[in-house]
């Protein structure tokens, strides 16, 4: 066991909520450096660091060509977003989201989703992806935790019964997961995606609150 550091409340910075967010920034951009990229990029990567603590995003975080450009696009025809948990869901900004004309939701608890999984044998994340493409609204796609989705998602995308304005891929684990990941970067569809084992419904929503901030202007 390591030893415990002698800490006093001297140390303590005393700041407000808003000064906490701006001086975690400011920490990342010091210890970020060069490797933050300087165009659109930065806000996604620098707010799911300030979410993980974790710069290794900065390596494994993934873009398609002008994928954060069609995410805000998406956002500004009031596109919906759809989660896979109803963890990321809760950690969306809903009033950004409603300002921009779109909403937020999860079929993860839906009764109709659960029968069907049932039925199929199959992950209710995966039916909640079918139930996702019957909405008829423009259509960004939040995977955070269920690598499943992301397959079904695929599968939907070569068959041509969705086509997501924005896939975030971040699911966590171990299981299919970083090969799922790779399905949707080879999707044809706009992407932001996890390489690796790394992710989770806090990175999901973090990153569809930084493409919510970066639309309002606000937070930045």
């Known amino acids: 066991m390591s030893e415990t550091k002698n800490v006093t409340l001297a140390q303590i910075e005393r700041l407000g909520p808003m000064e906490i967010e701006k001086r975690s920034f400011e920490i990342i951009e010091e210890e970020g450096g060069d490797r933050i990229p300087k165009d659109e990029r930065a806000m996604i990567l620098k707010r799911v660091i300030h979410t993980t603590a974790d710069f290794d995003y900065l390596d494994h975080l993934c873009f398609s060509d002008g994928a954060v450009q069609k995410g805000l696009n998406a956002l500004e025809k009031g596109a919906w977003i759809v989660t896979d948990t109803t ?27 659960a029968k069907r999984a049932k039925e199929l044998g199959v992950t209710r994340a995966s039916v909640c992806v079918d139930k996702a493409a019957s909405l008829g609204h423009p259509l960004i ?58 992710g989770g419904s806090n990175v999901a929503a973090a990153i569809c609150n930084a493409l919510l901030y970066m639309l309002d202007g606000s937070r930045r």
Request: charged fraction near 20%; proline fraction near 5%.
């Open 141 to 198: 796609y939040a995977v955070g935790n269920a690598p499943t989705a992301l397959v079904r998602l695929y599968e939907n995308i070569q068959e041509g019964t969705i086509k997501p304005e924005l896939v975030i891929g971040v699911p966590v684990g171990f299981v299919n997961v970083e090969a799922s990941k790779e399905l949707i970067m080879q999707s044809g569809v706009p992407y932001i995606v996890a390489r690796g084992r790394k």
């Open 87 to 113: 963890m990321a869901l809760s950690g969306i900004n809903k009033k950004s989201l409603e300002k921009a004309g779109g909403r937020a939701c999860c079929f993860i608890g839906d009764e109709d989703v």
